[in-house]
Nanobody
Framework: QVQVVESGGGSVQAGGSLRLSCTAT????????MGWFRQAPGKERESVAA????????FYSDSVKGRFTISRVSGRNTVYLQMDSLKPEDTAVYYC????????????????????WGQGTQVTVSS
């Protein structure tokens, strides 16, 4: 019904930058809260960043705060994750997710609250 597609992953040296992109599309227009999650081998999936439909309210995990920036195209279900000052511990598969039926200012950080998920894009940071 709703497809979420992310891209922009790759390999980068520590201290470098990457920008991930994500778009959620469906048969009808809906307003989605959107977020980024990541999962490293042998680790649980964790919330990295999230943004409300309004684009004003955001969330960042402590591990990425000050280095990553989530943004969205106004009035569109397209989001970006600008990742700066990357560290080897940022290496993971990054997933974009969309949460439907969300009020404009709401930011969701719990994976269980997201309805639609992308396939993931690999980010590898070498020292």
């Amino acid at each position: 019904q709703v497809q979420v597609v992310e891209s922009g992953g790759g390999s980068v040296q520590a201290g470098g930058s990457l920008r991930l992109s994500c778009t959620a599309t469906g048969p009808t227009f809906n307003r989605y809260g959107m977020g980024w999650f990541r999962q490293a081998p042998g680790k649980e999936r964790e919330s990295v960043a999230a943004v409300s439909w309004s684009g004003v309210n955001t969330f960042y995990s402590d591990s990425v705060k000050g280095r990553f920036t989530i943004s969205r195209v106004s009035g569109r279900n397209t989001v970006y994750l600008q990742m700066d000052s990357l560290k080897p511990e940022d290496t993971a598969v990054y997933y974009c997710a969309a949460s439907s039926g969300v009020r404009s200012p709401v930011v969701r950080t719990n994976a269980d609250e997201y309805h639609y998920w992308g396939q993931g894009t690999q980010v590898t940071v070498s020292s």
